[in-house]
């Protein structure tokens, strides 16, 4: 199994600010995902984060709105930039131990609020 | 493009029958199908998964069949309680496990004691 730690949990944040969400897993990952679930919806997948490279953005995400950075094998960060009320959402990261579907976890969330 | 959709927002059952929720998908071709339990305020839980070539897999409480014919999956709680009141998720895998899930919407569902 895997614990996956997000912070914050919470934060309620100004319009055009910046928020950086940190993710640290207590064993070493490949690959690392980071998801939005925005009210009443599914999730969606932001990007994909491996160490040592680029992350890679889905259809609809840039890197200059979610810039992630992924220094080693058990943890990464995504931040929110130039927040609008829009961007209220969870953002969740996500890891797959083994890379077989069978071992995927998720840490409990990032609730952001912009006001 | 790909869609998948969960037979229903919410669903009311009594406590002691079998849950039934449904997840079908279009434009898709999943080399496996996962259901994750989901409570208010938190992340989700990975609760199985079922590959392609598989028909049905069970766990305890919990059934799933899938049939890649009709490109569908249903998920069943037998003998249902009320703690397993929460939103249940379906997601669809590529062919690798690092191929990232697509998720349906989820289905609330409540056990009424």
């Known amino acids: 199994s895997a614990v996956i730690s997000q912070k914050p949990s919470r934060d309620i944040c100004q319009r055009g600010t910046s928020l950086t969400i940190q993710c640290q897993v207590d064993?070493?990952?490949?690959?690392m995902f980071w998801y939005r679930q925005q009210p009443g919806q599914s999730l969606t997948l932001i990007a994909t984060?491996?160490?040592?490279?680029?992350?890679?953005?889905e259809s609809g995400f840039v890197i200059d709105k979610f810039p992630i950075s992924r220094p080693n094998l058990t943890f990464s960060t995504l931040t929110v930039s130039n927040m609008s009320p829009e961007d209220s959402s969870i953002y969740l990261c996500?890891?797959?131990?083994?890379?077989?579907?069978?071992?995927?976890?998720f840490g409990e969330g990032s609730w952001l609020t912009v006001v | 493009s790909q869609k998948i959709e969960q037979n229903s927002e919410a669903l009311n059952i009594q406590e002691g029958k079998t849950a039934t929720l449904t997840c079908n998908y279009t434009?898709?071709?999943?080399?496996?199908l996962q259901w994750y339990r989901q409570d208010p305020g938190r992340g989700p839980v990975f609760l199985l998964l079922?590959?392609?070539?598989?028909k049905e897999k069970r766990k305890e409480r919990l059934k799933v069949t899938f049939d890649t014919t009709l490109k569908q999956s249903l998920f069943h709680i037998t003998a249902s309680q009320p703690a397993d009141s929460a939103t249940y998720l379906c997601a669809l895998g590529g062919s690798s496990g690092n191929t990232p899930l697509v998720f349906g919407k989820g289905t609330r569902l409540s056990v009424i004691a």
């Open positions: 984060a491996n160490q040592g490279s680029e992350a890679t953005y």
């Open positions: 996500s890891v797959d131990i083994s890379g077989s579907g069978n071992t995927i976890y």
């Open positions: 064993s070493q990952v490949t690959m």
């Open positions: 079922i590959r392609e070539n598989e």
């Open positions: 434009n898709y071709s999943p080399a496996y």
